[in-house]
């Protein structure tokens, strides 16, 4: 069973308001960020890495690609629904056609980040929302054509880059 029907405009709807959300509650203001910006900054941590993390799922294949696809196919009727019965919209595609291919230290990479996001998901109770939100917004947006989806290639390129210390990882 595969969800690999690509992002819809419904689905990118829904992951750009969480990206707004996250956004939105994070910043303290001009002159709060001037004054102490690295704490500031190490706040929005969270979403960040979970964004990022979720790129990565919609760049792999098995049961952790199969979440990437079931969260994207969810996102994809919750937001479509809301875009056709909410102000009478219509389901449009918004798929990138290519997707950048992970080598193998890329993909060991990824399950390196699935340990470090189950820590942070247990560990950090402030972080947990943060990650989480982070996840399904770099799910229902890493794939889309322009802006925001033109981030899966960097994400996979540092995946990539940092999967090339491992042993047989080329």
Same mark, same amino acid.
């Given at each position: 069973m595969?969800? #690999?029907d690509g992002a819809t405009l419904g689905s990118f709807v829904i992951g750009l308001s969480l990206v707004v959300l996250n956004l939105g509650t994070w910043y303290p203001g001009w002159k709060s960020? +001037?004054?102490d910006p690295l704490r500031h900054a190490t706040a929005i941590l969270p979403f960040v890495f979970g964004y990022c993390y979720g790129i990565s799922l919609m760049l792999v294949g098995g049961l952790l690609g199969w979440f990437g696809d079931?969260?994207?196919?969810?996102?994809?009727w919750l937001g479509d629904g809301a875009l056709?019965?909410? *102000?009478g919209g219509h389901r449009a595609s918004v798929s990138s056609t290519t997707l950048t291919a992970l080598t193998n230290g890329g993909l060991a990479m990824v399950l390196i980040a699935t340990a470090v996001i189950l820590v942070v998901? +247990?560990?950090?109770?402030?972080? +947990? #929302?943060?990650?989480q939100h982070? *996840?399904?917004a770099g799910i229902l947006t890493g794939t889309v054509r322009g802006l925001l989806g033109v981030l899966a290639i960097p994400?996979?390129?540092?995946?990539?880059?940092?999967?090339v210390w491992l042993p047989g990882a080329s």
């Open positions: 595969t969800f #690999k960020l +001037r004054t079931a969260v994207l196919w969810g996102g994809s056709i019965y909410g *102000v998901m +247990r560990r950090r109770e402030d972080a +947990r #929302k943060g990650v982070g *996840v399904a994400v996979a390129s540092a995946l990539n880059a940092s999967g």
